[in-house]
């Protein structure tokens, strides 16, 4: 499984940017799928989760503001962010678990990982 994120950038605070994570595996559609976020000296964050019926959960600190959605026809994976803020400013991966029941929050439960793309959020 190959996993490739995209989308990251400069925004300015409030602002909104949209990430697509696309997956090669065929396993995509029976699999949760999420996105963490990671800046340096910190643990990976878990943002955000989808399972494959489309219910998802999300961060504390992001709910209201970023919504997560999958087309599993196109093995892709969105994270829609709105209201952007300067702590928001992070590498965002995305992620592909092995099971299709349960969203966890801690990133070592997670088989397979993208590349991660920047995000970026002037203040």
């Known amino acids: 499984v190959q996993l490739q994120a995209s989308g990251g950038g400069l925004v300015q605070a409030g602002g909104s940017l949209r990430l697509s994570c696309a997956a090669s595996?065929?396993?995509?559609?029976?699999?949760?799928m999420a996105w963490f976020r990671q800046v340096p000296g910190k643990e990976r964050e878990f943002v955000a989760g989808i399972r494959p019926s489309g219910s998802t959960d999300y961060a504390d600190s992001v709910k209201g503001r970023f919504t997560i959605s999958r087309d599993n026809a196109k093995r892709t994976v969105y994270l829609q962010m709105t209201s952007l803020k300067h702590d928001d400013t992070a590498v965002y991966l995305c992620?592909?678990?092995?099971?299709?029941?349960?969203?966890?929050?801690?990133?070592?439960?997670?088989?397979?990982w993208g590349q991660g793309t920047l995000v970026t959020v002037s203040s």
């Open positions: 595996g065929r396993t995509f559609s029976w699999h949760v």
């Open positions: 992620a592909e678990d092995s099971q299709r029941a349960l969203i966890y929050t801690d990133a070592f439960r997670y088989n397979y």
